[in-house]
């Protein structure tokens, strides 16, 4: 792909890095349009002095190119321009400039489900388009998923199923953070930046400076030594999908190392949410991802969806996760929490009897029980679970 900067035109900022600039342009077509456009507007020239019929024909071309030039353009005919800083940088940062062009490339020319589409690309003069996102990325919706369970689970498992093709054709990513991270119009998210992915069948690794690049709040500290990690795998991704799932339901960017769950600290999500019982779903994602020793971390991606899948499909059928120490919202009157009912003899759990008949014989059997009442003084509703 050899494309060329004149095709696009600058429309705005998007945004800027140490490695690279970002601009929002306008593809080719829509240039071509509304070029047209303003000749149009010259060629219609409803101020003329000819008074006949045409003046009405051409005040209506002059609006119709008027509208044409000025209106919105649409998401398709957009696109992000990243243009790497090749000329500010030495003889060594640029070459691994163009290192991070190249594997981004080879990355996107794929055509991968989930991932950015590459629409033009130069690899010599150090710019790539991608498509656009309205929506932008995660880091520009702080509480668009916050304290919302299901919706989040939805949008984070279209993440882990790209991530997940990825690591089974031996990519790794390692550097998934919000920023990089974009919204579609379906609430699926798609994953960008390839700059400094693994990819296994390049033929030379990145310099050591390059090797040590990554998203610091989000990198595991197995994988963050400050020098070259020869064995890179697909951990360092499940790791950091894991802190931008805590991320999108908490809805601040940053979790410092794996203190989700520390009661000292104002990290965990059943606390900052104490009457959700979805919330310790999460955390039972976070105890298999965001971990201090990669032993404890699920292997891959594919692992991690299983895990995702699970928990959504109870959450979506209207379960949750059962203990004791988990809250569990009355299903009728939706105010109140079942909450375990003493029995005489200080025991919580009780016996049912069960009269039955039948053409010879009739009997009673008995049911052991663990009875729940709402404790909404004005529903009292009861649930009844078998003893473990």
Not at 97 to 104: N, S, V
Not at 298 to 326: T, Y
Not at 361 to 380: M, Q, S, T, W
Request: aromatic content about 8%; glycine content about 8%; overall charge negative.
């Amino acid at each position: 792909m050899n494309g060329q900067l004149d095709n696009w035109e600058k429309v705005d900022d998007l945004g800027e890095g140490g490695q690279s600039n970002v601009i929002l342009v306008r593809g080719l077509k829509r240039i071509k349009g509304r070029k047209g456009g303003i000749q149009r507007i010259l060629d219609s020239n409803p101020w003329g002095t000819v008074m006949d019929n045409t003046r009405e024909l051409r005040t209506g071309q002059f609006a119709d190119a008027v509208v044409e030039y000025a209106r919105p353009e649409s998401p398709t005919e957009l696109g992000a321009l990243k243009i790497f800083k090749l000329r500010e940088t030495s003889p060594q940062e640029k070459q691994e400039a163009l290192g991070r062009l190249r594997q981004e490339i080879a990355v996107l020319v794929q055509n991968r489900e989930g991932l950015s589409r590459l629409l033009d690309a130069n690899e010599e003069e150090g710019w790539i388009v991608t498509e656009y996102f309205p929506e932008l990325a995660l880091e520009n919706h702080p509480s668009k998923y916050r304290g919302k369970v299901a919706p989040a689970l939805r949008a984070f498992r279209s993440l882990v199923e790209t991530v997940a093709s990825l690591h089974r054709d031996g990519y790794i990513h390692r550097n998934i953070k919000p920023a990089n991270v974009f919204i579609t119009n379906n609430d699926k998210l798609v994953l960008g930046d390839f700059g400094i992915v693994y990819a296994p069948s390049a033929p030379d690794r990145m310099t050591k400076s390059l090797e040590r690049v990554g998203p610091r709040d989000y990198i595991p500290l197995w994988a963050n030594l400050g020098e070259r990690l020869e064995n890179v795998r697909p951990s360092i991704d499940v790791y950091m999908l894991g802190k931008l799932l805590w991320s999108m339901v908490d809805g601040r960017a940053v979790l410092p190392r794996e203190c989700y769950s520390d009661p000292e600290l104002d990290f965990d999500l059943t606390e900052k949410f104490p009457n959700d019982p979805h919330m310790y779903a999460i955390n039972r994602i976070l105890d298999k991802s965001v971990v201090a020793q990669e032993r404890n971390c699920l292997p891959s991606a594919d692992d991690l969806l299983l895990m995702v899948e699970e928990f959504l499909s109870i959450i979506e059928r209207g379960g949750q996760l059962l203990q004791d120490d988990i809250p569990r919202p009355c299903h009728v009157c939706g105010k109140g929490f079942y909450k375990p009912e003493p029995l005489r003899q200080d025991t919580t759990t009780g016996v049912l009897r069960i009269w039955f008949t039948g053409a010879q014989d009739h009997g009673i059997e008995k049911l052991g029980v663990r009875p729940f009442v709402c404790d909404n003084a004005y529903c009292g509703h009861i649930q009844f679970f078998h003893p473990k």
